[in-house]
Structure formats: structure tokens, C-alpha cells
């Protein structure tokens, strides 16, 4: 079983929908929680940045954590074409240890 | 400020050959990070580095060496190249172990 589990998609939506997008992890170790971006033949670039469990807002995103449950969410307000890109989820243990584990991306296209 | 910076975008190899994929950061970072990326497996972690003459082995090391002389540069070296080691390379860096990874724009490995 990996650590972190993602739906790959795609997942198509209407321009202006709310999108949700989640991971599942099974190593209750894990303390900081991310959300990265890749458009086609890109790096990722950090979208958002939790530690531990809550919700984060920044603009349209919103991330939320629930370590009891070992699950974590981005949810895309008003998406936009612009938001069509793949979208990692990525987590690590408490700082010391300087190693990521990312989910397998899960791919969004938003239709204009 | 350039970044993160890699070299080549593109490389084919024969299997057998030895090549190194350059990184370079301008950002003063301590942290640097060697992934791959594959279809359907996300971004694995190769090797680490937490500052210079400092590195330490991630979740698929074999067939990789790195090196850290200075803070700007992190090469990955392939030793004997092999059609597994096809995939699309990143290095990213970061300020602390706790602060944002700025990834790179990748490079494209084919190994036939």
C-alpha cells in the first residue's frame, strides 16, 4: 500500500465550479501537508502549505486537514481554465527529516 | 534571481552510458532534492541534501550518485544508464526544512 494515495482523474468541470481534491495517507507520522501545481512540461510550484489539522485560505484555495481521518482536501473556489494543471498532494514528517512523499497528481481540466 | 536551474531540458542515452544532470540554485538555499517522476508513480525522491559536503540517500537511490562541493550546485550522476532510469528528472531547493521547495523546470531522460 502506498503512503499517500491520490486519484489520478481527469476531472473535467465547468468553468467557475467549486473543485475538490483529495489524498488519503496512511502514516500518521506526517505533520506538514502540501498542495503543488504542475501545468504540461513544468515543475510543481507550492500552491499551499498546512501544518497539522485545519483549514487554510489563501484567494480562491482552500486547503483542509483532518489528521484523525488521514485525509486531506484543496478546494478550488470559481475555477478557472487557468486552473487546468495537475495537482500533487505532498506530506512529510516533523522537521529533522527532510523527506517529501507526493501523491500520485490528480489531472484538472476546466471547461470554458 | 534565475532560480532553480537544470540542464539539459532533453537527453538520450544509450543504456551503459553515464551522464550528470546539473542543478544549480541562486537563492542562498541550504536544502536541494533530486526527484523523478513517472506515470501512474508521482514524484519519487532520489537524494538529499541539507548543505554543503551533506548529502543523504531518499526513497530510490539506486543508480544515482550526488555530490554537493558548494551551496549553488547539486549534479545527479548516472552511472550506467538503464531503460528504467527513463523519466523526467527535478531538482528543487529550499531555504530550511520547513520552508517552500522551488522546483525546477525538469529534464527529459530517455534511455534506450
Known amino acids: 500500500q502506498k503512503e499517500v494515495e491520490q486519484d489520478p482523474g481527469p476531472l473535467s468541470v465547468p468553468e467557475g465550479a467549486i473543485v475538490s481534491l483529495n489524498c488519503t495517507y496512511s502514516?500518521?507520522?506526517?505533520?506538514?501537508f502540501m498542495w503543488y501545481r504542475q501545468y504540461s512540461r513544468k515543475g510543481p510550484e507550492l500552491l499551499m502549505y498546512?501544518?497539522?489539522?485545519g483549514n487554510k485560505e489563501d484567494g480562491r484555495f482552500t486547503a483542509q486537514v483532518d489528521k484523525s481521518s488521514k485525509y486531506i482536501s484543496l478546494f478550488i473556489r470559481d475555477s478557472q481554465p487557468s486552473d487546468s494543471a495537475t495537482y500533487l498532494c505532498?506530506?512529510?514528517?516533523?522537521?529533522?527529516?527532510?523527506?517529501?512523499?507526493f501523491g500520485t497528481g490528480t489531472r484538472l481540466k476546466v471547461l470554458a | 534571481n534565475a532560480g532553480v536551474t537544470q540542464t539539459p531540458k532533453f537527453q538520450v542515452l544509450k543504456t551503459g552510458q553515464s551522464m550528470t544532470l546539473q542543478c544549480a540554485q541562486d537563492m542562498n538555499h541550504e536544502y536541494m532534492s533530486w526527484y523523478r517522476q513517472d506515470p501512474g508513480m508521482g514524484l519519487r525522491l532520489i537524494h538529499y541534501s541539507v548543505g554543503a559536503g551533506i548529502t543523504d540517500q531518499g526513497e530510490v537511490p539506486n543508480g544515482y550518485n550526488v555530490s554537493r562541493s558548494t551551496t549553488e550546485d547539486f549534479p545527479l550522476r548516472l552511472l550506467s544508464a538503464a531503460p528504467s532510469q527513463t523519466s523526467v528528472y527535478f531538482c528543487?531547493?529550499?531555504?530550511?526544512?520547513?520552508?517552500?521547495?522551488?522546483f525546477g523546470p525538469g529534464t527529459r531522460l530517455t534511455v534506450l
Open positions: 498546512t501544518y497539522s489539522s
Open positions: 505532498a506530506m512529510r514528517r516533523p522537521s529533522g527529516t527532510y523527506k517529501y512523499i
Open positions: 528543487a531547493s529550499s531555504y530550511s526544512d520547513t520552508d517552500t521547495q522551488y
Open positions: 502514516n500518521s507520522a506526517f505533520q506538514y
